[in-house]
Structures are given as structure tokens and as C-alpha cells.
């Protein structure tokens, strides 16, 4: 499957009530180039739902480069 001009979100299990972590947290695709996307479910003054977005680059993975650095002969 085609994965390009895609994107996913699903609901954050690291999110407790009262807390500032968004609702929804997935990933998109845009032109090839991968991002990370956030959610958070609001109400508008007139009482209309909407989902106000953020969207950034994904972290480095720390995993990898420590896998890396354990390859380091010295």
C-alpha cells in the first residue's frame, strides 16, 4: 500500500485527565517526507467541536544510534 499523502491517528494511551498531552497522535506522509502529527479535541465558543493540530518532524531514534555506537571499534 501506497503510503505517500497519508496519514493516521489514534488514541493516546499516555493520556490522563487533566493533562496537556494531545487526545489523538499518529503519523503522516507528505510528498515522501514523514511527520509526526498531535491532536487535541476542543470546543469552540460556540459550542462547535474541532480538532486543533500540530505537526513536526519525527525525533531521532535513540535506539538506532545507540546500536550504532556499540559498533564503534575503539
Do not use: C, Q
Amino acid at each position: 500500500m501506497n503510503k505517500e499523502n497519508r496519514g493516521a491517528l489514534f488514541n493516546n494511551r499516555h493520556k490522563e485527565d487533566g493533562d496537556k498531552r494531545p487526545d489523538l497522535t499518529g503519523e503522516l506522509n507528505v510528498e515522501g517526507k514523514d511527520f509526526r502529527i498531535a491532536a487535541w479535541k476542543n470546543t469552540s465558543k460556540k459550542g462547535l467541536s474541532y480538532l486543533s493540530l500540530s505537526v513536526e518532524e519525527p525525533r531521532a531514534d535513540t535506539r538506532s544510534s545507540d546500536e550504532e555506537s556499540s559498533k564503534v571499534p575503539f
